[in-house]
């Protein structure tokens, strides 16, 4: 798969690293991935959450920060954690509500910092959706929340799965599967199609990125007998966007589009909902999977898993996600920074 070709150039100002859900397994990763800093060339972080859940679930130290200035000067030898709220008491698996709301409140700060220039980006680590909507939360994830506080509309930030293997856009995200066939539109995938394009060629370096477009139904469609979402939304999505100048074919069958050979002939696939999208990614590259939103003004960056409440705080979480996610985020910001 195509690969940035961005020299190691330091980047101006450290990452922010939102620590998720304190009752997650977001704090773990997140030291692990301090751990490795330099074993496995990490840009500089720091950490915004309550720092105690990161004392919850490790020993390794930790510096207490003002302000994202003082991160640089900190990272070499201690984890630098932005307090930006008390999470209360913390039990590592079992979430609260104060813990949700230390969760929006340092995503929120986190946006802040990249959008002034005080952070390169964001790393975003996992949420929990349920506890967040319980707080009030009104937006399906954070992708949608970033875009907005970017000003960005919600057609416009794409969110991309990527991993060693593969690339994928769910058009469609966080909706019930029933209501996915009436929110598909040709406007709505053109939309993704372009912003996907774009960031390929903006964050990725891949000049003229192929895409794929899955088909909705079983062997897409078969020209209308199994379905009419590819005859009357994808294919013609698909006739605009090729008059767009893009290099893009499609509906492709589903079922037969993940395999090695086929992954070959593309750089992003394009597929219609969230499950059809995030299953061969997470089947392919579970520990190295980064979800990257595309269209933001910023850089941002999560890991691919969500807060595994099942293992927090037992010491086996993998932090691989979370570190190629640090890695995409300093490609993507050097990219920018040299391209544009
Ligand atoms: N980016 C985000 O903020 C995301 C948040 N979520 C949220 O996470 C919560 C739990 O979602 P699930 O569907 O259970 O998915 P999950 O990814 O948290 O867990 C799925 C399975 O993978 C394991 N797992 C996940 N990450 C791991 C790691 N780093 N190392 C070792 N094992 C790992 C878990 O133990 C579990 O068996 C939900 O509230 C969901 O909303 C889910 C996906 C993304
Ligand atoms: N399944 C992917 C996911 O939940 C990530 O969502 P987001 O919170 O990053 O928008």
Redesign the pocket.
């Known amino acids: 798969m195509p690969s940035l070709n961005i020299t190691d150039a330091p980047l101006p100002v450290p990452f922010a690293v939102s620590l998720?859900d304190p009752a997650?397994?977001g704090s773990e990763?997140v030291a692990k991935s301090w751990v490795m800093r330099e074993a496995r060339g990490l840009p500089p972080f720091f950490a915004v959450g309550d720092p105690a859940s990161l004392r919850a679930v490790w020993l390794g130290p930790i510096q207490p920060i003002a302000a994202p200035e003082e991160a640089a000067g900190v990272f070499a030898s201690a984890l630098p954690c932005l307090q930006v709220a008390d999470a209360g008491p913390i039990t590592p698996g079992s979430p609260t509500i104060d813990g949700a709301r230390t969760a929006l409140e340092a995503l929120e700060v986190s946006v802040g910092l990249a959008r002034s220039g005080s952070a390169a980006g964001i790393v975003?680590?996992?949420?929990?959706?349920?506890?967040l909507y319980s707080v009030g939360f009104t937006h399906p994830?954070?992708t949608e929340f970033i875009a907005e506080r970017c000003g960005v509309a919600p057609h416009n930030a794409v969110m991309m799965l990527a991993g060693p293997s593969l690339r994928v856009v769910p058009i469609t995200i966080h909706i019930p599967l029933a209501e996915v066939s009436a929110a598909l539109s040709i406007d709505l995938i053109r939309a993704r199609a372009l912003t996907t394009a774009k960031g390929l060629q903006r964050s990725f370096g891949i000049a003229r990125p192929r895409l794929v477009v899955a088909g909705l139904n079983p062997h897409a469609g078969e020209n209308g007998a199994l379905g009419r979402e590819e005859i009357d939304v994808i294919r013609p999505a698909i006739a605009l966007l090729q008059e767009d100048g893009l290099d893009i074919v499609g509906p492709l069958a589903a079922d037969a589009m993940f395999h090695a050979r086929a992954r070959e002939n593309y750089d992003a696939a394009l597929c219609m909902y969230h499950d059809q999208a995030l299953i061969p990614i997470k089947t392919l590259n579970?520990?190295e999977g980064v979800?990257m939103t595309l269209g933001l003004p910023i850089v941002r960056t999560?890991?691919?898993?969500?807060?595994?409440?099942?293992?927090a705080g037992k010491d086996?979480?993998?932090?691989?996600?979370?570190i190629a996610a640090l890695k995409m985020a300093a490609e993507s910001a050097r990219a920018r920074l040299a391209h544009g």
């Open positions: 998720g997650g397994i990763i975003t680590a996992p949420v929990g959706k349920e506890q994830g954070q579970f520990d979800n999560s890991p691919d898993h969500g807060t595994a409440f099942g293992i086996v979480a993998n932090p691989g996600a979370m």
